[in-house]
């Protein structure tokens, strides 16, 4: 599937920019530094080199890079090391992955064990989850189970954006980029203060492209692949120095195209795409060509009052969400040739009054030379309808409610000059309940035997559970900083009612818990030119959560496993080579395996793919030993950006690339469902003008046009799905003070 050439290009450039970098040491005798950077993975500004956490940040120019295209969430991807994302649900419902452990759910209810925080709030549902990232701060990955501070449904780890908050004073920014297949982007930022102590900042996105991929079967020519989305968030704060409140409001429309399934785009025993593969067609009956629709509003109020010793903070955040995707599912046609498929499936999903509100409130000490600490509590509830509409069965409808509470602290110790301890416990109780609401029977489907409408009895599932964490973090030297954790965490119970919608029963899976070890280094070398940041993992998950998906049962049910156990390393590397070169690396590696002697898992349907794993009487795949699903054994990542001066101001040129190892799609193992050496690399050309202070630049993303396989649907033919193709474009930012 991949060409040796461009692999080897992607290498090539990669070593000379290495090479010359080294060279260029001793050439240069100016004093530089890297920048120092601040997290708030516990909840309170610190140093990233003195949190005992492995994690990684993304901020600046090279974050805003990835998005030039117009890209969703899931651009995030391989950009760290251990952190994978993606989606069968268009720009909506994406799914994340820390060190190999997430969830492949693609339904609307879908739990997962990888949380996301946007400006100190949860954000639950998957559709929440997929907010556009603009005017962004900083992201920050914090790998390992976060159960102490953020809860339950954080086994793997969180993912934290911070946007930009108001400031005394006028700024302001506009950015706009236009590239190939009709894509226009737009965002743009002002802020100003209004009084002494009241100021603002409005903020907004708009990522529009044409549709551009043809219909094969209809003749329709640039029927799919567009989307139109646009996002805003105005924010006022109120600071008098002791006490400040800040005040959010945001929203986002959505539409577009939901994910492109392509029929039979491998040949059994095959992962090399074939001759059905034409990434600007498809051939489909039936989906209205994949429409997707969404609404998002929200809330958020933030306030935080500075006592002698010690700080209260209450943050209240509420949430609404509505929309719907449809998809010809068998990604063709139940015709002959080109996307030719078994038999046709089409599916439509609707969110329905989605609502979420969050409380929480904590006291944490204003800090001192030795100790610091912090308690708090947290309520979240949650409601939303799920609406399944399907092309032979007709149409269902869910309804999830979620309530939990829970109360937290954590306290870190200066032990001696150079050790420093911190321990955290959190009890939370989360409850869940299902029912069914309205369900119509296809009448067609009535016709050849399918069952009348059931009667289903409501679900109601609770736990209570401890989540707790210790962590050291022992200074070897003024630039060195030795830390290991010791982590409990876990994901609630989890209740998945799809299956309802055709003719079977939900599905509940108990509460999993993870135990996670892990053993780091963060330092700062040469001068603090050379961030060099490394961290050893081993977690064992009990009763880990699975959903099995698709096959030959074409459901989507959750189950348990024994164990689950992962184990690996991360590397992130930032390199001032000179002054005008800046490098940057991250290398992971993740061994994941499923341990349970007796599970078994439906395998692909109709028979045409090559399952490996052991087959039992059942005729099911026996997965025991198996990888987690969706997990990429290796991560890499690679940012170069160099600079010649000119008069008032640069030339530039930054360059990122992410490559992606052995994948399995599935959590059972066969030939056509699995990845290996995917890669994607941007480029971006540009002069920036440090009197005016503007930006103009040319950039590509995918700049070699890879076709890297992403998912899969193997209930009926060898169906796969792809990612974005490359798109080359000009772009243009001005800042205004």
Same mark, same amino acid.
């Given at each position: ?279 600007? #067609? $498809? &051939?489909? !009956? ?15 109020? +933030? %306030? @935080? ?91 269902? #409808? $869910? &309804?999830? !409610? ?15 000059? +150079? %050790? @420093? ?91 999993? #818990? ?224």
């Amino acid at each position: 599937m991949k060409t040796l050439n461009k692999a080897s290009l992607a290498l090539s450039i990669q070593a000379v920019l290495f090479a010359s970098a080294v060279s260029a040491q001793s050439e240069d005798e100016t004093k530089i530094e890297l920048e120092q950077i601040t997290v708030t993975a516990q909840k309170r500004t610190q140093s990233i080199q003195e949190v005992p956490i492995s994690i990684a940040t993304l901020s600046g120019e090279k974050f805003e890079n990835m998005f030039s295209a117009g890209d969703d969430v899931l651009a995030l991807a391989n950009r760290v090391p251990g952190l994978y994302a993606e989606s069968s649900n268009g720009r909506i419902a994406p799914r994340f992955y820390i060190r190999g452990l997430g969830n492949t759910d693609f339904d609307l209810a879908a739990s997962q064990p990888v949380s996301i925080v946007m400006d100190e709030v949860v954000k639950e549902n998957v559709i929440l989850k997929s907010f556009p990232l603009f005017d962004v701060e900083r992201v920050e990955v914090i790998r390992g189970p976060q159960g102490t501070l953020f809860g339950r449904n954080t086994t793997a780890g969180i993912i934290k954006f911070d946007t930009r908050k108001p400031r005394d004073g006028f700024d302001a920014f506009v950015e706009t980029a236009v590239g190939s297949y009709g894509t226009f982007n737009l965002e743009g930022a002002v802020g100003n203060s209004i009084t002494d102590e009241l100021s603002f900042r409005l903020s907004g996105l708009s990522q529009n492209r044409e549709d551009w991929v043809d219909n094969g079967l209809t003749g329709e020519q640039d029927a799919l692949g567009g989307y139109h989305e646009n996002a805003g968030r105005l924010q006022f704060l109120y600071d008098t120095g002791d006490f400040n409140a800040l005040l959010s409001m945001h929203t986002r429309d959505l539409e577009g195209t939901s994910t492109l399934f392509r029929a039979n785009i491998v040949d059994s025993g095959s992962t090399d795409l074939n001759e059905n593969y034409d990434r600007d #067609t $498809v &051939y489909y !009956d039936q989906g209205d060509n994949n429409p997707q629709e969404y609404e998002n509003h929200g809330a958020q109020l +933030r %306030l @935080e009052k500075f006592f002698d010793t010690v700080s209260l903070t209450a943050i209240s955040a509420y949430e609404t969400a509505d929309g719907r995707s449809k998809g010809d599912i068998d990604g063709g046609n139940a015709g002959m040739g080109l996307g030719a498929s078994s038999f046709p499936a089409v599916t439509e999903d609707q969110l329905n009054d989605l609502r979420q509100f969050t409380q929480e409130v904590r006291i944490a000490s204003l800090g001192n030379q030795q100790l610091d600490w912090q308690v708090g509590a947290f309520f979240f509830d949650s409601s939303f309808g799920v609406t399944t509409v399907d092309g032979f069965f007709g149409t269902t #409808t $869910v &309804y999830h !409610d979620n309530e939990t509470w829970a109360v937290f602290g954590q306290s870190s110790y200066q032990l001696n000059e +150079r %050790l @420093e301890v911190t321990g955290g416990i959190r009890y939370t109780h989360d409850e869940k309940s299902f029912r069914v609401g309205e369900q119509n029977v296809d009448s067609f489907a009535l016709s050849i035997g399918a069952a009348a409408i059931q009667d289903y009895e409501d679900i109601n599932v609770d736990d209570g559970q401890v989540s707790w964490e210790l962590a050291a973090n022992y200074e070897l030297s003024d630039n060195a900083n030795l830390f290991s954790r010791i982590a409990q965490g876990f994901r609630a119970q989890t209740i998945q009612g799809r299956d309802v919608a055709f003719e079977k029963a939900a599905s509940v899976a108990d509460a999993e #818990t993870i135990d996670s070890f892990e053993i780091g280094i963060k330092s700062d070398l040469m001068d603090r030119r050379l961030r060099l940041n490394a961290a050893l993992f081993y977690y064992e998950i009990d009763d880990i959560q699975l959903s099995a998906i698709g096959g030959q049962t074409q459901g989507n049910q959750l189950i348990n496993a024994d164990k689950g156990v992962g184990q690996g390393f991360e590397v992130d590397v930032e390199f001032l080579a000179m002054d005008n070169l800046s490098l940057t690396a991250g290398y992971s590696f993740t061994d994941t395996e499923l341990q349970d002697r007796g599970l078994e898992i439906a395998p692909c349907g109709s028979g045409m793919c090559t399952v490996l794993d052991p087959i039992a009487d059942s005729g099911n795949a026996l997965v025991n030993g198996n990888p987690f699903p969706q997990a990429p054994e290796q991560v890499f990542n690679f940012t170069a950006r160099y600079t010649h001066e000119v008069d008032s101001g640069e030339l530039f040129v930054l360059t990122d690339w992410a490559w992606q190892g052995d994948t399995n799609l599935f959590i059972y193992d066969a030939v056509e469902f699995s990845t290996s050496g995917n890669f994607e690399g941007g480029l971006r050309v540009g002069y920036e003008n440090f009197r005016h202070d503007y930006k103009v630049s040319l950039f590509g993303r995918n700049i070699t046009d890879e076709d890297n396989v992403k998912g899969a649907i193997d209930f009926n033919n060898n169906t796969l799905f792809v990612n974005e193709p490359r798109v080359v474009g000009v772009e243009f930012r001005m800042n205004f003070y």
